[in-house]
């Protein structure tokens, strides 16, 4: 199975607020777990990776937070601010460097003044 | 720093047509990809090389067709197009690995 299931598939915060993004695995071969940010009319730019080593990891306001046994994985993006309204992906790639990303459905997060 | 260019930015193809799609990366990247990106799903991948002369089905290659004469362009050709192939394509490429991928800013198909 090479599906990365993700959700919600739209989110709306308040300023301010946590906006939380969860992903599901099934296959235990994918070892590098990427999330890119889509803002509308460009293609998706890298934001944050994380590897199955590690529980979490912190770039600025944007924390990914990796649990291996459940094979889950979350964006958490603090103190939000309207100019993180875009469309998030999480995805995840195979063991030994393999040429192919697998990506989920995308949530559409929008940021309210 | 032009990173990856795609051409065009928009196109309208009737059905049975045939185009190509331009991809140019400028950072000498070994990998190159070609994604299509459906309303309301993710990429799913349509073909990579990784690197000149090589090339290999992604995901979704039906329909598709490409070609790495040279490590900087990654062109890739649809035959009588479909209604089905209208999406919205995006070419990247990386350097070793794929999730470090630079993304081009996309080209919009509609057949009709």
């Known amino acids: 199975q090479q599906q990365v299931k993700q959700s919600p598939q739209s989110l709306i915060v308040q300023k301010g607020g946590i906006s939380i993004i969860n992903c599901a695995y099934e296959n235990t071969a994918f070892d590098y777990f990427p999330w890119y940010q889509q803002f509308p009319g460009k293609g998706p730019a890298l934001l944050i990776a994380i590897r199955p080593d590690v529980s979490e990891k912190k770039e600025g306001r944007f924390t990914i937070s990796f649990n291996k046994s459940a094979k889950q994985f979350s964006l958490h993006i603090m103190d939000s601010q309207p100019g993180d309204s875009a469309t998030y992906f999480c995805a995840a790639s195979f063991k030994g460097g393999s040429e192919k990303l697998v990506f989920g459905k995308g949530t559409k997060l929008t940021v309210n003044p | 720093n032009a990173g990856v260019t795609q051409t065009p930015k928009f196109r309208i193809l009737k059905i049975g047509q045939s185009m190509t799609l331009q991809c140019a990366q400028d950072?000498?990247?070994?990998?190159m990809y070609w994604y299509r990106q459906d309303p309301g799903m993710g990429l799913k991948l349509i073909y990579y090389?990784?690197?000149?002369?090589?090339?290999d089905k992604g995901e979704v290659p039906n329909g598709y067709n490409v070609s790495r004469s040279t490590t900087e362009d990654f062109p890739l050709r649809l035959e009588l197009a479909a209604p089905s192939q209208t999406s919205v394509y995006f070419c990247?490429?990386?350097?070793?690995?794929?999730?470090?991928?630079?993304f081009g800013q996309g080209t919009r198909l509609t057949v009709v």
């Open positions: 990247a490429s990386s350097q070793n690995d794929p999730f470090e991928a630079f």
């Open positions: 950072m000498n990247h070994n990998y």
């Open positions: 090389s990784v690197g000149a002369g090589i090339t």
